[in-house]
């Protein structure tokens, strides 16, 4: 039972292949800890998602170790690195704690998030949810938190079949957008132990 992270960053990368269209977009991303298995996977899956599609590049890439303060740290400098921000179209991170923090960057370099630049994330975590009411995050995925529900399911289908379950069972990764009405969302989420 677990989640498919190379999907997570493949349906990231979908959504804002799907977004942006054919215009020109260089992307910046915010990896998770060099070296662990959902920044690989997650990195995996975004670029499958923007193979074959030349007018998304990823101009820059920085571990931001999964936190909010590095998340920040490393988008300062991309904003620097990229003409003050100007010749960013998107960000990309591997998780919502370090979107955050980017979102902050961005603000602070007089830019808007959600809008000059995309905010793509994944965790679905409450904090990008309110970011997203509030027009500064365009998408993020969720990393179900909710595995007993289908472990459960298969282990009721073994006890009543004797047919052993699947070797792997793949949560829904569900995207989440400002047409999911965040608030609600962050309504919901805030006191789960994010």
Known sequence: ?????????????????????????????LQGTTGS???IARKKGFEEALAGHDNLKIVRSQTGDFTRTKGKEVMESFLKAENGGKDICALYAHNDDMAVGAIQAIKEAGLKPGKDILVVSIDAVPDIFKAMSEGEANATVEL?????????????????DKKAPAKWIQ???????????????????KGQGY
């Open 1 to 29: 039972m677990t989640s498919d992270l190379v999907h997570e960053g493949k349906v990231a990368g979908d959504f804002l292949v799907k977004t942006v269209g054919d215009k020109k977009c260089n992307v910046v991303e």
């Open 37 to 39: 298995s959902p920044a």
């Open 144 to 160: 179900t938190p909710n595995m007993a529900g289908p472990a459960f399911d298969a282990l009721e289908a073994y006890l009543k």
């Open 171 to 189: 949560t829904e990764s569900k995207l989440y957008t400002p047409a999911d009405e965040p608030m609600k969302v962050y309504e919901e989420k």
